[in-house]
């Protein structure tokens, strides 16, 4: 049972798109990480949040406690953005961080 | 270093052989964390070091699993007997503050892709 629930899995969108992925998760947390792996398997983080809506150039990711879901936005898509968005919990109180199985996105010219 | 930096970037062991892999986090930073990363999978926690101890080691999947790192600094991890179901991205990851939080961002390594055949 994965505790971290992302969705869609996979998806495929046209270079100028609004793309929204989406993350619910099922355990009391302390923030909540978006992560981008691009296929050489490095990660990077995009965003730690914990309540409310952080924005950086075309990505903004959003929270909300109470409903225990989080999403991550992405304004004008570009090929460039095409990689695996992961989301990621820290338990409250725990420095383990519990990691959903990641979004495929790829951005077609 | 700038970043996070794993070695091997890739390993193709056979069944039964031993491995190590190496982690440099960045410099100064008190957390090391190990990840292994099955393919389409997200990464699932294997082990934590704050400096040269080795808090929590509950996520190494058996005893053929060890991690050590003896001066507070480099990490190495070391699976012996190597398995096909070893065959994962091991993913390292630093962070300045003890236990990781809020307000000290993990980062990540490029990680050692283990291939068992």
């Known amino acids: 049972k994965n505790e971290v629930e992302q969705s869609p899995q996979n998806l495929t969108a046209q270079e100028g798109e609004f793309i929204t992925i989406n993350c619910s998760y099922s355990?009391?947390?302390?923030?909540l990480h978006w992560l981008q792996q691009h296929p050489g398997g490095g990660i990077v983080s995009l965003f730690m949040?914990?309540?409310g809506k952080k924005k950086h150039g075309r990505l903004i990711a959003t929270i909300n406690i109470q409903e225990k879901h989080s999403s991550l936005h992405i304004t004008a898509s570009h090929p460039r953005d095409s990689a695996v968005y992961i989301c990621?919990?820290?338990?409250?109180?725990?420095?383990?961080?519990?990691f959903g199985k990641g979004t495929k996105l790829s951005v077609i010219p | 270093g700038a970043g996070v930096s794993q070695s091997p970037r890739y390993k193709v062991a056979k069944r039964g052989q031993d491995v190590a892999l190496r982690c440099d986090p960045i410099?100064?930073?008190?957390?090391l964390f190990w990840y292994q990363q099955a393919l389409g999978q997200g990464p699932e926690f294997l082990t934590y070091?704050?400096?040269?101890?080795?808090?929590?080691k509950s996520g190494l999947p058996s005893d053929r699993f060890f991690a050590e790192r003896p001066e507070g600094s480099v990490s190495t991890l070391k699976i012996q007997r190597t398995q096909q179901e070893d065959s994962a991205v091991y993913l390292c990851?630093?962070?300045?503050?003890?236990?990781?939080?809020?307000?000290?961002?993990?980062?990540f390594g490029n990680g050692t892709r283990l291939t068992v055949t």
């Open positions: 990851a630093s962070s300045l503050v003890p236990g990781g939080s809020y307000n000290s961002p993990l980062h």
């Open positions: 355990v009391g947390i302390s923030a």
């Open positions: 949040l914990s309540s």
């Open positions: 990621a919990v820290y338990g409250a109180g725990s420095y383990q961080l519990t």
């Open positions: 410099s100064g930073h008190v957390s």
């Open positions: 070091f704050q400096n040269e101890a080795q808090l929590d």
